[in-house]
Nanobody, 123 residues
Framework: VQLQASGGGLVQAGGSLRLSCAAS????????VGWFRQAPGKEREFVAA????????YYSDSVKGRFTISRDRPKGPVYLQMNSLKSEDTAVYYC?????????????????WGQGTLVTVSS
């Protein structure tokens, strides 16, 4: 099982990026999906999560009001729209598929992780 996160890059503070998470060989249509990030020297932290059909979402306090997680349909990619980016958002961003169809926030509730995509925000 392979998940692929894409869309990272270099952006100035205040700018926007949209990350995408897609699965190869299978779909995560029955799974909740989450985004996490890991900055240099720090633990991987929860960013946002969505349930299987996109009806429920949840965000960390640090990104609430600036980031939006979405999925157009259960079989489609999961997106993370990031607006008003700050230098502290600089990190490698990972997407992961949950063990269930529910929205979950704990790392141990995720079973499949993709290779991350680097987001660098310059101040």
């Amino acid at each position: 099982v392979q998940l692929q996160a894409s869309g990272g890059g270099l952006v100035q503070a205040g700018g926007s990026l949209r990350l995408s998470c897609a699965a190869s060989r299978w779909t995560f249509s029955n799974n909740g999906v989450g985004w996490f990030r890991q900055a240099p020297g720090k633990e991987r932290e929860f960013v946002a999560a969505i349930n299987w059909n996109g009806g429920s979402t949840y965000y960390s306090d640090s990104v609430k009001g600036r980031f939006t997680i979405s999925r157009d349909r259960p079989k489609g990619p999961v997106y993370l729209q990031m607006n008003s980016l700050k230098s502290e958002d600089t990190a490698v961003y990972y997407c992961a598929a949950a063990r269930s169809s529910f929205l979950v926030t704990s790392r141990d509730q995720y079973k499949d992780w993709g290779q991350g995509t680097l987001v660098t925000v310059s101040s």
